[in-house]
């Protein structure tokens, strides 16, 4: 694979040691590895994976979205997060997966909030004055989703029963960005709703993979500039008093 995003928190210890070492050794054999970290504790605290685990990760990204205040649908993912204390940083674990794909590093555009990633820039929710305004908008630097409409395909899958019952199938994952993880939603805590599915929650690993398709694609939703809602209003109200 090109790379390989494990959306599973790997904090705790079996009480099989065996288990845990078959484990390190599968993961340390993975290249370019991305393991999941969250925010915990009320924002204060990073969850990381386990030492000998983590040291076979290539990069740790974290596993938060951003659901609107509104509606609760999510529309975006913060490409950011620090905890609070001592603002230790992650990216988000779409966005390390992208870069260790590409092969590129992840910085800061120079006269913007977009970060970028190689020759792609990816755009972040708000301009430098409203993100200097909402303190959360500079720190999280939100990037909208775009979800793949249903009756558009979607992401192909395979169980892992699958794969144990026909290890051929893991030649699907050549040249590919991999996601692991718990696609059943009574068996996970990050249940969220999307504008593609209102009605029916889905799981974080297919937000974070749906964000990885958004930047792989290239097909990013920005923001109207204020400058244009003004005239878009003063438009309206000029049509309104003729």
Known sequence: PKAVAVDVILADKNEDRAV???LTEALCSTPKLVLSAELIRDGSQWED????????????????????????????????????????QRYALSLEAFALSRGEQITQASHSNDLE????????????????????????????VRFIPKGMGSIPRISLQELLEHPELA?????K??????????EVRDRLLTPTSPDVYVTGIEIN?????????????????????????????????L
């Open 20 to 22: 845990d070492r078959r």
């Open 117 to 144: 990633v190689g020759s792609t820039t990816i755009p972040v929710e708000g301009s430098p004055l409203v993100s200097w305004w909402k303190k959360d908008t500079k720190e999280s630097r939100l990037m909208r």
């Open 49 to 88: 994976p386990r030492p000998e685990f983590g040291r076979c990760a290539a990069a740790l990204g974290h596993v938060h979205a951003k659901p609107d205040s509104g509606d609760s649908r999510t529309r975006a993912i913060p490409l950011v997060k620090r905890n609070a204390p001592n603002h230790v």
């Open 209 to 241: 993979a749906e964000a990885f398709e958004t930047m792989a694609q290239g097909l990013f939703l920005t923001d109207v500039s204020d400058f244009w809602v003004f005239l878009f209003s003063l438009g309206l109200a000029t049509a309104a008093g």
């Open 177 to 186: 960005v991999v996601f692991v993880g718990d696609i059943a939603p009574t």
């Open 171 to 175: 030649k699907a994952f050549s040249q």
